[in-house]
């Protein structure tokens, strides 16, 4: 059966031999005149007029009032939190099942992440266990702002995350949040081109943040966006992504123990052409996720879809494997047969630097581990090896 998957694999992505992972770029467009032009400028730093260029643009595809650039996605959630309120000694609550990188941008600040269980059916953070951990754990207090009854800090913010490019329960957990006072911010670093009810993930949190690493939807090589609708928060992200460098003609002055985070120039020039793309992108991923389906129908795996009222990017394509035996035994038949699988994230708090983090129950989260495997997922060009060879995309 897990033959039948490798020879369907194969076939799709047109490729009989080579190994083939799971999500590879492709520079089809602009990519290489923008970098070109980039370079001919000499301004290949921070500064140029690409990386406006590229925050206007992803500005203009999410919807967003504000997009300010960013080094990395990463980065981009460090700067999200600290400029929602987030400080040292505070609590984040967060899922489980996420990348690395959740955790560690909370962890920049000072503050703990505190664990809370995700949906079976998005992958992404539950209102419903959420209103159940707040229920039981938090108390508001004479300054409007709620506490953790158990270590009496402060709850200073809320960061779902869109899992593999499929939109979480957004519009509930932005209700949650107004009501216990608590920021929202998204960790949208895989769902570029994803939207919630039509409204694009990243637009409903404070503040939030893509990624354009080079396993992403669209890539920069590496880099990051954060998005705000608030003017003096976009004004101050700018600020503190730049040394906090207050502007004068030659004289170096900072007003704020700030970060060198801003993208480069070359790195924008490509995430231009990228961005151009990305609608293509997606188009392709979602025929691939069709044949998908159609394979599945008919197997002993669930293959899982994107939830209600939902346009996924479908990032990462992924299935849902009967228990850890099955899920094992089909990660490495594949990985030993040239098709690259993975297994969804260890769960953050099972890491050794959280094991002691507060956890809410994650039946779910636990539930997700033992069963969901990542399928290659890459946008099909064809013939695109062949074409980068004849130069056709020059
Ligand atoms: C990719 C990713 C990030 C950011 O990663 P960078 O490599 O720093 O751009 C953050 N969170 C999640 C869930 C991600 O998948």
Redesign the pocket.
Known sequence: MYQDFVDFVRATFDDPEGFIILHDPRFIGNERKYIMDAMDSNFVSSVGEYVTKFENAVAQYTGSKYAVAAV??????HICLLLAGVKRDEEVITQPV??I??CN?VTYTGAHPVFVDVDRHTMGLSPEKLEAFLKANARKDVDGYCYNVRTGRRFAAVVP?H?FGHPCLIEDIAEICQRYNIALIE?A??SIGSLYKGKHTGLYGKLS?L???G??VVTTG???MILTQDEQLAKLAKHITTTAKVPHRWEYNHDYTAYNYRLTNLAAALGLGQIEQCDFFIEQKRKLTEKYKAFFADKDMTFFTEPENCRSNYWLNAVILKDRTERDAFLTFTNDHGVMTRPIWVLNNRLDMYKGCQCGDLSNAEWLEDRVVNIPSTVIVPHYYENIKKGAYR
Not at 72 to 77: E, I, K, R, V, Y
């Open positions: 990395n996605g990463t980065s981009a959630l996420s990348f990188a959740t941008a995350m899992t960790d670093a895989e943040a990624s354009f690493n396993n992403k590496g880099g990051g």
